[in-house]
């Protein structure tokens, strides 16, 4: 099992409680059950997440969720995709979350200024970000205005450009 993660008999033994108002009988078998101090702290702290029920990593994201959705997040570039991981991981709040998007993804696209390391460029995103902040729920906001930056000689990205990025 992973470790970073609650087994479905623990989480089907919990998933009722209210992590931030335990009864003294629910936070022992909560101490029965967790085993991993870590993780036993991020369950009395966040609580379960509403769309997977495991941990809740912060207040608002679901590290469980993110990773799942890793797999279809691919620059086809190693180096970048792990950038945009690390990202995501990192990530407090959903407009913090990376995603890799097609260019097919934008239109409209205007040429706004050209500067040291690349051209700046304006376009409406025909997707919008994963987290709907209208409904407070995992959605797409369709048809979101962007600026896009297009990097000069990028073709070549490196883990040393990478990490100057972040």
Known sequence: MDE??????????????????????????IDKLILNEELKTYYKEYGLCNVCSQLKRNRKLCNYCLLQNFKNCTSGNYEVDKLIQKAQLKAKEFSEIFEWIEYDRFENVEYLAKGGFGTVFKAIWKDGPIWNYYYNKWQRLKETKVALKCLHNSQDITKEFLKEFL
């Open 4 to 29: 970073n993660k609650l087994s479905d008999d623990v989480i089907e033994q919990i998933k009722d409680f209210k992590h931030n108002n335990l009864s003294k009988e629910q936070e022992s078998l």
